[in-house]
């Protein structure tokens, strides 16, 4: 067997998992973004209610048809005391319309992205919060890639959230396979952390790459499709699925 046609037939394999959320989820894909939810969906203690800092990190389906393979993440946080949580996070559309990738606003942190309800992928209260809102500032400060977007490879949503977390391993947040843009870690540079902070990773691009740590276990990345496990919890990491735990 030649190898382009193993290469095709491993991406066909690899794709069977966005093809059956597409098959199960026929009305994100024809969604309306106008009329889609953004309601809280519950997540996020009440700011004015809770004295101690809080950090949370937030996955959600991507909208539409973007949806089926990948999901869209972002960071909010609230200093102790504070009255209201800020957020902090990566679009397209403002690049597109002339202004930067990275926007910074207040309001409610656990929204439905346009419809689709948000996963809590880490809570990080109290002391330990104060300290990664410290080192959560740092690293947005020096995001490299402010004024870009590209949907794939990267740097795009995930790739932010990625960049951020990697530099506070505290939070030990556990970025699904279906973060499309996390492994890209810039167009210079192969090698780095796992998007955990934790571990390390290869990475052409983010077109291609391996990477191993405690929080993500071993994951392989073939065109933007992540696939492996964790032996150490004994899940499976799908592209399109995301992480399946037994």
């Known amino acids: 067997m030649r190898w382009p046609r193993r290469f095709l037939i491993i991406i066909g394999i690899l794709m069977l998992g966005p093809l059956a959320i597409a098959a199960g989820e026929e009305s994100r894909v024809k969604a309306t973004w106008r009329t889609a939810t953004r309601q809280s969906a519950g997540l996020a203690p009440p700011a004015a209610s809770t004295h101690e800092a809080v950090v949370q990190v937030y996955a959600a389906r991507a909208f539409a048809w973007r949806g089926v393979f990948a999901v869209h993440t ?87 959230t990625a960049f951020v977390t990697r530099r506070v391993p505290a939070l030990k947040v556990n970025l699904p396979p279906t973060a499309i843009g996390k492994d890209y870690i810039g167009d210079t540079t192969i090698i780095g952390n796992a998007p ?22 071993l994951e392989f990345n073939l065109l933007g499709l992540s696939f492996g496990l964790n032996p150490l919890n004994f899940s499976l990491r799908l592209p399109g699925v995301g992480i399946v735990k037994p």
């Open 74 to 160: 972002w960071i909010s946080l609230k200093p102790e005391g504070a009255s209201e949580y800020t957020t902090y996070e990566v679009m397209g559309w403002h690049v597109f319309r002339g202004g930067d990738a990275l926007r910074i606003h207040n309001g409610g942190p656990d929204r439905y992205w346009f419809g689709n309800k948000p996963d809590l992928l880490a809570d990080v209260r109290g002391e330990a919060a104060s300290q990664a809102i410290i080192d959560i500032k740092k690293a947005v400060a020096d995001y490299p890639w402010p004024g870009s977007y590209r949907t794939w490879p990267g740097p795009n949503s995930n790739s932010f």
């Open 196 to 217: 955990s902070g934790s571990g390390g990773q290869l990475s052409l691009w983010g077109v291609a790459g391996v990477l191993i740590s405690p929080e993500e276990g």
